[in-house]
């Protein structure tokens, strides 16, 4: 299988700045495309932002200009750097990764655990 553990959530005030990671590691053949997503209480989870293992990126529109997804292919991790926070960014934020196992068949889509983002005064 292929685990995601995030790292870098917590507490920060409306207009600060938060740095999240998540890496991915068990029997990793490949990693297709990384990414974030986030969920609130009651709500779908939403798209956040990806990047490929070529280096593409998308963004949701809530978060363009704000948030910049970056990947370090040589350690199996993406990072997400959110500036410019606002309470509406509060939410369990969760890592993605469609990615190919080592004799597990054609490649496959994994989630982390989820870390807690709030942003408050």
């Known amino acids: 299988q292929v685990q995601l553990v995030e790292s870098g959530g917590g507490l920060v005030q409306p207009g600060g700045s938060l740095r999240l990671s998540c890496a991915a590691s068990?029997?990793?053949?490949?990693?297709?495309?990384m990414g974030w997503y986030r969920q609130t209480p009651g709500k779908q989870r939403e798209f956040v932002a990806l990047?490929?293992?070529?280096?593409?990126?998308n963004y949701a529109d809530s978060v363009k200009g704000r948030f910049t997804i970056s990947r370090d292919n040589a350690k199996n991790t993406v990072y997400l750097q959110m500036s410019s926070l606002k309470p509406e960014d509060t939410a369990i934020y969760y890592c993605?990764?469609?990615?190919?196992?080592?004799?597990?068949?054609?490649?496959?889509?994994?989630w982390g655990q989820g870390t807690q983002v709030t942003v408050s005064s």
């Open positions: 990047v490929t293992s070529g280096g593409s990126t």
């Open positions: 993605n990764t469609l990615a190919l196992a080592h004799g597990s068949g054609p490649p496959r889509n994994y």
């Open positions: 068990g029997s990793i053949f490949s990693i297709t495309a």
